[in-house]
């Protein structure tokens, strides 16, 4: 199965979720532009996306690919965020999106899960220094970018985390039991 996107504005509990579905045997691979943002900072000229967004996108792009290729591995795999996140920040930060970024975008499947910014457990800092309202237009660019690309937009209810998890097994058809 083609790698299953959880995407969705910062602070929707995306994150929270993957670890769900990880702790239940499934294939899961992190938020690659957080990891990122991290490394870059302690670097002394780190390229950073509030400095040079379209350098940053490479970086991410580059990490993205091997994560989608590594994820065709598993029988099923999820993954936190996903190219087209790319293409969806690029357009919020008003820059140019280069084809390969479109070109790169295909191969994840079809449905596409949404996590929508969440009020109540949203927390601002260092690596998403995005206000709540921010949060929710860059949610709305991902949910337009994944349907301009042809993908099948499912927004998760907000609700525990256990009903979250079930809300994905059974909208994926996954049995009870995970083979990988």
Known sequence: MK??????????????????????????????????????????????PWNNLPAFAKLCLNLMCEQKRDALN?????????????????????CNVEPAFVTESAGYHSQVFTCRPEAAIYVEDEVRPHSFEEALHIHQV???????????V???????????VAFV????????????
């Open 154 to 164: 499912v927004e998760v209810p907000w609700a525990s985390v256990d009903e979250r």
């Open 142 to 152: 991902l949910v337009d970018t994944y349907v301009e690309l042809g993908y099948e």
């Open 3 to 48: 790698p299953i996107v959880i995407t969705g504005g910062p602070g929707a509990g995306k994150t929270t979720l993957l670890k769900a579905l990880g702790e239940q045997g499934y294939a899961t691979f992190t938020e690659g532009s957080r990891s990122l943002i991290e490394q870059q900072s302690q670097l002394d000229n780190g390229i950073l």
């Open 169 to 180: 097994r059974q909208v994926m058809a996954l049995d009870l039991e995970v083979t990988n």
């Open 74 to 94: 598993n029988d099923v795999a999820f993954v936190d965020r996903a190219i087209p996140d790319i293409v969806a920040y690029l357009k919020v930060g008003g």
